[in-house]
């Protein structure tokens, strides 16, 4: 009986024994799998690290205030230094006073051009202060009228004004409305044929003054 009650005792013990191997047994293979797992995570984020370090992200994106703000300083700027007002201003007064100048010089010069010769002034004169002789003056005025029909010009221009006093005739003539391309070559062309012409040989003095639409004549028997 005693023998039996050390025997399960023995037995119990034993058992115990096992039981607390296992079970000390599973939890430090327990802590070691954890170890292991805590381990690779650690080399894990490690790498991960050093990974990301080689990585270039890209810069944080601008906000669209900021971004408007910059642009619109870079524009401004710039505009300010390609368009100064101020010197734009100044130009263009320059420019104003320039043409200004120009402009009174062809005034100058067109008075000029238009202003009479000594010789024209001299006729003119000679002109207002002659009274008309009508036979003389009728039959020189038709003469040249009729020179104009029979001339066989090539373009043949019109006649403006005709007047002739005692000794002094005044011919203004004008190119056709419709030739846009008269010019002074058809002047040229009526000039070299009228001075053939017998009722001009009369005339010892003689200026004229042309352009391209208009021809003016001033001729007298005599001067003074």
Known sequence: ????????????????VTLTS???????????????????????FQTFLTESDSIKLPPAPVSATQSQTDIAGVNISAISELVNPAPLEAQLEELRVELETQRKLV??????????TDLEQALLTQFDEQT???????????????????????????????????????????????????????????????????????FTVSTSKSSDRDFSLLLATESK
């Not at 009986?1 to 115990?16: E, T, V």
């Not at 170890?35 to 080399?43: H, L, N, R, T, Y």
């Not at 058809?186 to 017998?198: A, F, G, I, P, T």
Request: hydrophobic residues 40%.
């Open 1 to 16: 009986m005693i023998k039996n009650i050390y025997l399960s005792l023995l037995l119990a013990f034993l058992a115990g």
């Open 132 to 202: 008309r002789n009508e036979e003389w003056a009728y039959r020189t005025e038709t003469a040249m009228k009729d020179f104009l029909q029979t001339a066989d010009l090539s373009i043949t221009p019109d006649m403006v004004n005709a007047q002739c006093k005692s000794s002094v005739c005044k011919f203004d003539l004008s190119a056709p409305k419709d030739m846009d391309d008269f010019n002074h070559i058809h002047w040229r062309e009526l000039n070299d044929k009228l001075v053939k012409q017998e009722f001009w040989q009369q």
């Open 107 to 116: 005034k100058v010069y067109e008075k000029r051009l238009n202003a009479p």
């Open 22 to 44: 296992v079970f000390f047994g599973f939890i430090a293979s327990s802590q070691l799998a954890f170890f292991e797992d805590d381990v690779q995570s650690e080399q894990a």
